[in-house]
């Protein structure tokens, strides 16, 4: 499961060491750390990663074919989430140390930096090829943070980005090795560390309404 651990003034926020998954109980226990970061009133940075092959896999799709009934309140509670991290209060990177697919891509999306491991790992939205088309909000988060052309391709072809090729589209801001993608993001995220909570966050849910609010809509 999820687990935080606090430096100072940075929080780091490790996914967990499975394929990390958005099952209900992994967004409550991310959530639930995402409390305890936002209840704090000091400035601050968050970095976000994982242990292992993943980053995150996104949709718990076993979990969804066990609960048809409830696919639509549970894509909302995922695009909740994909809101809450975009405008986070505080300076977020994360450090993507495996694959991320689907949702793990799309909450990747939602920091405010990306840094990829550069040997190993794919970075992919596979959409296209699974049959299950963006969401109105999903679409919205990623054309907010790539160029027309890089969009495009992220989301029409169902590409799997390595790190290098993600650095080339503007998908990630800096790859790095394996044992260097954290101490990458936790250097950015230090140096981004000292800004006032309150007016970091006004700028960031003023710079991302238009996101927040196709987030906020009703699922077709």
């Given at each position: 499961m999820p687990e935080l651990r606090r430096d100072d003034s940075l929080w780091i926020l490790d996914f967990g060491s499975d394929e990390n998954r958005f099952s209900p109980d992994w967004l409550d226990a991310v959530n639930g750390?995402?409390?305890?970061?936002?209840?704090?009133?000091?400035?601050?940075?968050?970095?976000?990663?994982?242990?292992?092959?993943?980053?995150?896999n996104g949709l718990d799709l076993d979990w969804v074919q066990a609960h048809p009934d409830q696919f639509f309140p549970y894509v909302k509670r995922v695009e909740e989430f994909l809101s809450r991290v975009l405008t986070l209060p505080v300076p977020t990177v994360c450090a993507i140390n495996g694959h991320a697919f689907g949702g793990g891509a799309l909450i990747a999306f939602s920091h405010d930096y990306r840094i990829m491991r550069g040997d190993r790992g794919f970075f992919c939205l596979p959409e296209a090829d699974i049959r299950i088309p963006f969401s109105v909000g999903m679409s919205a988060l990623v054309q907010s943070k790539l160029a027309p052309r890089s969009a495009i391709d992220a989301m029409t072809t169902?590409?799997?980005?390595?790190?290098?090729?993600?650095?080339?589209?503007?998908?990630?801001?800096?790859?790095?090795?394996?044992?260097?993608?954290?101490?990458?993001?936790i250097e950015l995220a230090r140096s981004l560390a000292g800004k006032d909570r309150g007016t970091l966050g006004t700028i960031k849910q003023r710079m991302f309404a238009s996101v927040t609010a196709a987030l906020a809509e009703p699922l077709a």
């Amino acid at each position: 499961m999820p687990e935080l651990r606090r430096d100072d003034s940075l929080w780091i926020l490790d996914f967990g060491s499975d394929e990390n998954r958005f099952s209900p109980d992994w967004l409550d226990a991310v959530n639930g750390h995402l409390d305890e970061l936002e209840a704090a009133t000091e400035p601050g940075a968050l970095v976000t990663t994982a242990t292992g092959k993943f980053f995150s896999n996104g949709l718990d799709l076993d979990w969804v074919q066990a609960h048809p009934d409830q696919f639509f309140p549970y894509v909302k509670r995922v695009e909740e989430f994909l809101s809450r991290v975009l405008t986070l209060p505080v300076p977020t990177v994360c450090a993507i140390n495996g694959h991320a697919f689907g949702g793990g891509a799309l909450i990747a999306f939602s920091h405010d930096y990306r840094i990829m491991r550069g040997d190993r790992g794919f970075f992919c939205l596979p959409e296209a090829d699974i049959r299950i088309p963006f969401s109105v909000g999903m679409s919205a988060l990623v054309q907010s943070k790539l160029a027309p052309r890089s969009a495009i391709d992220a989301m029409t072809t169902a590409r799997r980005y390595g790190g290098a090729e993600a650095l080339s589209a503007g998908i990630v801001d800096a790859v790095a090795s394996e044992e260097e993608v954290l101490p990458t993001a936790i250097e950015l995220a230090r140096s981004l560390a000292g800004k006032d909570r309150g007016t970091l966050g006004t700028i960031k849910q003023r710079m991302f309404a238009s996101v927040t609010a196709a987030l906020a809509e009703p699922l077709a």
